[in-house]
């Protein structure tokens, strides 16, 4: 018998469903919400809203695509934290009225567990490459930056975290600050390619063990635009492509300085990237010149898996269907959470 999870993402502002067939994607429809761009961030208001537009047509396009009949599905996957509360809130609801109307089982995920597990997503006519356990996932979004250890679809240990900010929150913030719009990370990643990435020095933190901190990155960037603009009032304009390559290679510089330390201390070559910013080419670069150097086999998780979207939960709604971990329909979402 197949086992079939529909799973859906409502954690941010991307509404998401997919489905997935005995651990092979069958579908993955995101819905985008455009509105937030004029306000340069996400208005939790406005994406609750949203979601709750998008919901239905997505969950019905998805079901559609996958060819399969809701009469089918095994189990219905959500995410339950963490995330924006009026926006999981929707998923959350949707989620349980489904599973009653079928009478399936409900299955809640954590987000960062499934960022993790989207390596284990097996696309149709596509090469699957999957980590093997342990392995060490660094993952790095615009809310979390953390380093996992990962002994198996179900044991992950925090064993570094950022103290304050995200590295995708210092990007969307510098690039918020030299007019790039948001979300901020692609713009800089596109202007880094024609910028010299030694033109600028910023601050680089000193944190205990594998921990990250990112405050003074922002503080240094922005003491850096002060100070140059009294001189130069065209300083961003004249400099916008060096100014977003040092800042990339920045941010890498220190993901990677702990990253690197966290396998060299346990012994781990098998090493991933998940999150938002796991889409950054510079990142990407920096992870195939470490696997060629050091020997790491590096784990690069397709575009389509690195923002919020509901393959991911599906999978992870999968193993966890395997292990008969369902939750109950009092379940309610959380804010935030960790591993």
């Not at 784990?299 to 709604?317: C, E, K, Q, R, S």
Request: net charge negative.
């Amino acid at each position: 018998m197949n086992i079939i999870i529909l799973g859906i993402e409502s954690s941010c502002d991307d509404t998401s469903c997919a489905v997935i067939r005995d651990g092979e994607l069958l579908s993955n429809v995101i819905a985008g919400q455009a509105v937030h761009e004029a306000y340069g961030g996400v208005v939790p208001e406005l994406a609750s809203r949203a979601h709750q537009q998008n919901i239905v047509p997505v969950v019905v396009e998805a079901v559609k695509r996958a060819g399969v009949d809701m009469s089918g599905l095994s189990a219905v996957a959500f995410t339950r934290g963490p995330g924006l509360l009026g926006s999981l809130l929707v998923g959350t609801s949707f989620a349980k009225g489904l599973a009653v109307a079928l009478g399936i089982p409900l299955i809640e995920v954590n987000h960062l567990q499934a960022h993790v597990l989207a390596h284990f997503i097996n696309v149709p006519s596509a090469e699957s490459r999957h980590p093997s356990f342990p392995f060490l996932c660094l993952l790095v979004s615009g809310g979390n930056s953390q380093i996992i250890k990962v002994d198996s679809y179900r044991e992950m240990t925090v064993i570094g975290q950022t103290v304050d900010d995200a590295a995708g929150e210092a990007f969307d913030k510098c690039a918020k600050v030299m007019g790039l719009g948001y979300p901020g990370g692609p713009a800089v990643d596109r202007l880094a390619g024609e910028g010299n990435p030694k033109a600028f020095v910023f601050s680089k933190p000193h944190v205990p063990q594998y921990d990250y901190s990112f405050s003074g990155l922002k503080t240094s960037f922005l003491y850096t635009l002060r100070d140059a603009l009294k001189e130069n009032p065209d300083f961003i304009e004249q400099n916008r492509a060096d100014l977003c390559a040092s800042l990339q290679a920045t941010v890498i510089d220190i993901l990677m300085d702990k990253l690197r330390r966290a396998a060299s201390d346990t012994g781990i070559t098998e090493v991933a990237v998940a999150g938002g910013v796991s889409a950054n080419s510079g990142l990407r670069d920096a992870f195939r010149a470490h696997a060629s150097r050091l020997g790491w086999n590096v784990y690069l998780p397709p575009n389509a898996f690195t923002t919020d979207n509901a393959a991911m939960v599906a999978i992870t709604g999968y193993y966890k269907f395997m292990d008969g971990d369902f939750c109950p329909m009092d379940a309610v979402p959380f804010s935030r959470v960790q591993l």
